[in-house]
């Protein structure tokens, strides 16, 4: 397996565009998770779904940001406009279906987002 | 509410020593925790986890984690330091109950430094 999946890796944009990222969980993980790390605020949860649909966005810092899960295989986070301290490391983490909320979450390489 | 606090940001030991990474949580319900390692510019791996189970948990890497209830921790040990041992690591919990589906609060890090 290839494990979860993040495009892009690495994106730099000056403030005020838009950004999307996204993210593949891995094939047949039915819960995916959207996280933001930075040295300020660590590690966050933004936003998550079961079955493709968002089960708690309570973390999403602002309506600036937005995410999609249009399908059990894709999900989108999307921030617009960007601000340049929306600069971080944003993961993607699926954990697989009918498992525990015990279980491992699979965590993706990461984009790191850098805003100018 | 939930939370985890990792006594130290930074650790240093010797190649061989002794590794101890802090962890104390705060939990109203009895908690699931774990220990995550993330390596410089790759996303979270899970080294083990406490599931209500044995309060002593190996991991991967010759890792281990015990839950002390009546000292609420549940720090990460490992006998024998190696320099590929040298990562961030983290603890995090979460708990039965409601809709959490898995959802992990993450303690702040702590970035173990191994020398030769």
């Known amino acids: 397996d290839a494990g979860v999946i993040q495009s892009p890796r690495h994106e730099v944009t000056e403030m005020g565009q838009e950004v999307t990222l996204r993210c593949k969980p891995i094939?047949?993980?039915?819960?995916l998770f959207w996280y933001r790390q930075t040295m300020m605020r660590g590690l966050e949860l933004l936003i998550y779904?079961?079955?493709?649909?968002?089960?708690?966005d309570s973390g999403m810092p602002e309506d600036r940001f937005s995410a999609k899960m249009p399908n059990a295989s894709f999900s989108t986070l999307k921030i617009q406009p960007s601000e340049p301290r929306d600069s971080a490391v944003y993961f993607c983490?699926?954990?697989?279906?009918?498992?525990?909320?015990?279980?491992?979450?699979?965590f993706g390489p990461g984009t790191r987002l850098t805003v100018l | 509410a939930q939370s985890v606090t990792q006594l130290g940001s930074h650790v240093s030991v010797s190649e061989g020593a002794l590794v101890l990474l802090r962890c104390n949580y705060s939990?109203?319900?009895?908690?699931?925790l774990f220990w995550y390692v993330q390596y410089p510019n790759q996303g979270l791996q899970l080294l083990l986890k406490y599931t209500s189970a044995a309060t002593l948990v190996k991991g991967i890497n010759g890792f281990e984690a015990e839950f002390k209830k009546s000292e609420t921790s549940f720090h990460l040990t490992k006998p024998s330091a190696h320099m590929s041992d040298a990562a961030e690591y983290f603890c995090?919990?979460?708990?039965?109950?409601?809709?959490?589906?898995?959802?992990?609060?993450f303690g702040q890090g702590t970035i173990l430094t191994v020398h030769p």
């Open positions: 779904f079961n079955n493709n649909v968002p089960i708690d």
């Open positions: 983490a699926s954990i697989p279906s009918g498992s525990g909320f015990y279980n491992e979450q699979f």
């Open positions: 939990s109203s319900v009895p908690p699931y």
């Open positions: 094939s047949g993980h039915n819960s």
């Open positions: 995090a919990v979460t708990y039965a109950g409601g809709t959490s589906y898995g959802k992990l609060t």
